[in-house]
Structures are given as structure tokens and as C-alpha cells.
């Protein structure tokens, strides 16, 4: 596995990150590997936070 050189700084300002959007390109488009992407670490940041809770309780 090819793991990114990217500090703990900033995944936690990318998590801590708000954008709102009210209007979308709709000539744009999101690849088919982007959104797989996209909802891998989604999930991912789901179950890591789900497995911190059991921790915790």
C-alpha cells in the first residue's frame, strides 16, 4: 500500500473544513474514480469514528 506523506494537521483541517454550495456547475462532472474515492473515505471516516465511540463508552 502506497501511503501519502500528508501530517495529521492536515487531515484535521481538511475534516474540520465547511463549504457550503448553493449553485453547481452542472457542465462539470465527477469522475466515476473521484466519487469511488469520495464515498471509500466516507465510509472510512464513518467506521474509524464508530470504532472510536466503542472505545470510549
Same mark, same amino acid.
Given at each position: 500500500?502506497n +501511503?501519502?506523506? /500528508?501530517? #495529521? #494537521?492536515?487531515?484535521?483541517?481538511? $475534516?474540520? $473544513?465547511?463549504?457550503?454550495? #448553493?449553485e =453547481?456547475?452542472? *457542465? #462539470?462532472?465527477? *469522475? &466515476? *474514480? &473521484?466519487?469511488? =474515492? /469520495?464515498?471509500? +473515505?466516507?465510509?472510512? *471516516? @464513518?467506521a474509524?469514528?464508530? @470504532?472510536?465511540?466503542? /472505545?470510549? @463508552?
Amino acid at each position: 500500500m502506497n +501511503t501519502p506523506n /500528508i501530517s #495529521k #494537521k492536515e487531515i484535521i483541517n481538511a $475534516f474540520q $473544513f465547511r463549504h457550503a454550495t #448553493k449553485e =453547481f456547475d452542472t *457542465s #462539470k462532472k465527477v *469522475s &466515476d *474514480s &473521484d466519487m469511488d =474515492f /469520495i464515498l471509500e +473515505t466516507a465510509h472510512l *471516516s @464513518l467506521a474509524l469514528s464508530v @470504532l472510536n465511540l466503542g /472505545i470510549l @463508552l
